[in-house]
């Protein structure tokens, strides 16, 4: 599955990676399935989905 980035944040877990609205989620790499949950949900430090799954892509 693919991410985009709805909200702008500053990845800690990724060298302090900035991701702006409309990136890609990760901008490389592997997806680290729990990583995606959390930025997926509020459980993160922000308390806003961060991300969201790009809709027709498996």
Request: a positive charge; proline letters at 3%; charged letters at 40%.
């Amino acid at each position: 599955m693919k991410y985009k980035v709805i909200k702008q944040f500053r990845d800690l877990q990724d060298n302090d990676h900035i991701y702006n609205i409309g990136d890609k989620y990760p901008y490389k790499g592997r997806v680290n399935k729990e990583r995606v949950e959390e930025l997926k949900s509020n459980d993160n430090k922000i308390g806003l989905p961060l991300i969201a799954e790009i809709e027709g892509d498996k």
